[in-house]
């Protein structure tokens, strides 16, 4: 949700409109999530979502105090690093995380 929030602050709506806007997209991914809720977390993942923890934090600090003095700049970079990290995020959690590949077989053996 991170970049999600970043993305929608970054635009600089009205708080009302944001918040109608962060809560349409949550219920989205929560649908669109859900279908792959039965599958258990894999180490993989979960290094994954550590990785993803770091970068979310750690690039819009970074931003913000190299481009502080240079207002436009920073909130151009911050939503197209907002803009790359949610679809980066959504690819690869979606797509290529290790938990939805099938490495079971039908009957249960690895």
């Known amino acids: 949700m991170p970049p999600l929030i970043l993305v929608v602050l970054s635009l600089d709506l009205g708080f ?5 806007v962060i809560a349409v997209i949550i219920w989205g991914l929560d649908r669109l999530l ?8 894999k180490k993989a993942t979960l290094r994954l979502w550590l990785a993803a923890w770091l970068i979310e934090a750690s ?3 970074a931003l913000h ?12 970079s911050l939503l197209v690093f907002g803009i790359t990290l949610l679809a980066a995020l959504l690819v690869t959690f979606l797509v290529l995380a290790p ?8 009957d249960g053996s690895a």
């Open 16 to 20: 009302l409109v944001a918040i109608l």
């Open 65 to 76: 105090f190299s481009l502080r003095s240079r207002l436009a700049i920073e909130r151009v």
């Open 34 to 41: 859900r279908a792959n809720a039965d599958q258990r977390i």
């Open 59 to 61: 690039v819009p600090i």
């Open 99 to 106: 938990d939805h590949r099938k490495s079971e077989r039908p």
